[in-house]
């Protein structure tokens, strides 16, 4: 079974739920992603297992809203085995993970950041897609952080290219129909490449012009995040020549 359970960090930056964690129920029980430590998430997820214990622990990539409640789990479950993130062993891209009572693929999908994995359940064609795609928004790609646009598109078009029949994010709703969403995502970047090429022609010279003239109305408190994409944008018109 399959149990979603937010990790009670609502935020503008994180959405409304925040964190989406992923609890596979079974003969070797996995939480997908941890949460940040909150102690109602944290008791959530036991009060899902009744007595059994937290086995395996998958994270998705080593931003800190994924990692930062490792802890807390290690201290209820001290035997639970952490993967990825940078803290635990790290998946191998393709390798199977038995969590639950089904089997995950580990799927490589850097961009977002150069260690983010999806788990793909081919049984269920559920995708557990962490942050690769989002309803309501467009995903950060922090260039200064090891973000590359130019990986976050192979990514996009690798999980089109797998046919999952739906997505599970970190942030937001399932994602009923991967195809589409995806599709829409591969072409909101090639017209954001064409704005930003744009504002260069029309003599903005930083990534906080470019965020002004492009990003019109974006929240304050977002213009960093909106930045650190341009920036994105801009290695990848570099590399292009």
């Known amino acids: 079974m399959m149990i979603a359970l937010?990790?009670?960090n609502?935020?503008?930056w994180t959405g409304p739920t925040g964190?989406?964690?992923y609890l596979l129920t079974g003969a070797t029980s996995a939480l997908i992603d941890a949460g940040i430590g909150r102690t109602e998430h944290v008791n959530a997820v036991a009060q899902r297992l009744a007595a059994a214990p937290l086995d395996l622990v998958l994270l998705t990539h080593h931003h800190v809203d994924h990692v930062a409640g490792v802890p807390d789990l290690l201290a209820r479950w001290p035997a639970v085995i952490v993967?990825?993130?940078?803290i635990g062993d790290p998946f191998q891209d393709g390798e199977r993970i038995d969590a639950g009572g089904t089997r995950l693929r580990a799927i490589h999908t850097p961009g977002h950041a150069p260690d983010h994995f999806c788990f793909f359940d081919e049984a269920s064609g559920d995708l557990f897609c962490g942050d690769l795609a989002r309803i309501g928004g467009t995903v950060v790609i922090p260039a200064s952080k090891?973000?590359?646009?130019?990986?976050?598109?192979?990514?996009l078009h690798r999980v089109r290219e797998?046919?999952?029949?739906r997505l599970l994010p970190a942030h937001g709703p399932a994602i009923d129909d991967p195809g589409s969403l995806i599709d829409e995502y591969l072409r909101h970047r090639h017209e954001r490449e064409q704005?930003?090429?744009?504002?260069l022609e029309a003599g903005c010279r930083t990534a906080?012009?470019?965020v002004s003239r492009v990003y019109a109305g974006l929240s304050p408190s977002l213009h960093a995040a909106a930045e650190e994409t341009v920036r994105a944008h801009l290695q990848k018109l570099d590399d292009d020549g």
């Not at 797998?162 to 029949?165: K, R």
Request: proline share 6%.
């Open 195 to 199: 704005q930003i090429a744009a504002a």
């Open 19 to 21: 964190n989406n964690t």
């Open 208 to 210: 906080a012009e470019i």
């Open 162 to 165: 797998l046919g999952p029949l």
């Open 146 to 155: 090891g973000g590359s646009l130019r990986d976050y598109l192979r990514s």
């Open 10 to 12: 609502a935020s503008e």
């Open 83 to 86: 993967r990825g993130g940078g």
């Open 6 to 8: 937010p990790a009670g």
